[in-house]
């Protein structure tokens, strides 16, 4: 609950806890569940080494008891904490892993957020194609499961994806680019993610400022910070960073 409603130190606390007990327990499974959300929370501070700790412990557990969604889960989380330090080749293929075990069980919500990833490891290596049709593929997989989280991910994402050619006038996508960071801003607004929204809200502005659209952008980078800043998450120093100097 208390993640939920953004309150990430007091989440903490109470995963902290309930680790505490799982381990007395010898719930392996508990503790698994615990360590990866503990990587999450740390992952949203910066903390991206604290995160990779958390999580390849609890992928260890979880390849050990069988636990095929909680794997994959976890092969997604290691896949972004790689790609949060740089290491894009291991990124895509923790994604891969992920893909591979989501789709065994039919898992749509983790295959639709592998799928996304790997879009963006490709935007990463300039293969603006496959890009598009992965985050596409992720975007429709969330649209058939109907959860509205993945759905404004993958829009977002998609809207990276269409802005990679922003400065060449021939772009056919630029128009796009926006509509889908708007979209998925409102998809993120109207389920009260505010997490999600910050980084939406971040994007979509940069991407306004780079256009010229100096109005939009400022007002855009501004809400995000606001939000990061009440999150207490530490991205929102950056944002006021480039506010300042617009």
Known sequence: ????????????ACYREALELRTQLRDRH?????QNVLGVLSFQRGEVQMAKINWEA??????DLGAAQLEALVLVHLGEAARALGHHEEARVRFEEAVARATEIGERRLLSDAER???L????????????RRCTAALHLAESAGIQVLIGRSLVALGEVDAVTLFDDTNPN???AGAHYQRGVDVLRAIGNDAELAWALERYGRFSI???????GRGLLSESAQLFTKLGLPQ???VWAVLDDL
Do not use: M
């Not at 490891?121 to 598009?132: C, E, I, M, R, Y």
């Not at 780079?210 to 939009?216: S, V, Y």
């Open 1 to 12: 609950i208390e993640r939920h409603r953004g309150l990430f130190l007091a989440a903490e």
């Open 121 to 132: 490891v490709a935007l990463h290596f300039g293969d603006t194609a496959t890009a598009k």
């Open 174 to 176: 630029v128009e796009s």
């Open 58 to 63: 609890a992928l260890d557990a979880a390849q």
């Open 117 to 119: 990833q790997l879009g």
């Open 30 to 34: 508990g503790i698994a569940q615990c």
């Open 236 to 238: 929102g120093k950056d």
């Open 210 to 216: 780079e256009r010229g659209e100096l109005d939009r």
